[in-house]
C-alpha cells in the first residue's frame, strides 16, 4: 500500500494502474482530511481521541523547530526536502 501525503516532491509522475495489479494486488490512496472529517463535530471528536492518545503516551517526533518569525527559512527548509517528520512553528 501506498499513501500520498503532500507534495512536497511535487506533482507526481502518472501511474500505470493495472501495474498494481500484476505486481500483487496493491493500491494506492490519496487521502483528504474532508474525506475523513466532514463536521465541526467530527472534527472535534478526532482531535479530542488524537490529544487523548498523546495523553496516553503516543510519541510526536519534531524533527525540527522555527521561530514564527523565520516562517520563510521554514518554507524554504520543506520546499528543498532538508527536513524529517514534524515540523514545528512557534513563538
Do not use: W
Request: charge should be positive; glycine fraction near 8%; avoid cysteine.
Amino acid at each position: 500500500m501506498l499513501v500520498s501525503f503532500g507534495n512536497a516532491s511535487g506533482k507526481p509522475e502518472p501511474l500505470d494502474v493495472l501495474q498494481l495489479a500484476h505486481k500483487g494486488s496493491l493500491y494506492i490512496t490519496r487521502p483528504t482530511l474532508v474525506n475523513y472529517v466532514a463536521t465541526r463535530v467530527e472534527l472535534e471528536h478526532s482531535s479530542s481521541s488524537l490529544f487523548q492518545a498523546i495523553r496516553g503516551g503516543l510519541k510526536i517526533v519534531i524533527g525540527q523547530r522555527f521561530p514564527l518569525a523565520d516562517a520563510a527559512r521554514a518554507h524554504r527548509a520543506l520546499e528543498s526536502r532538508s527536513t524529517t517528520g514534524s515540523s514545528l512553528l512557534s513563538v
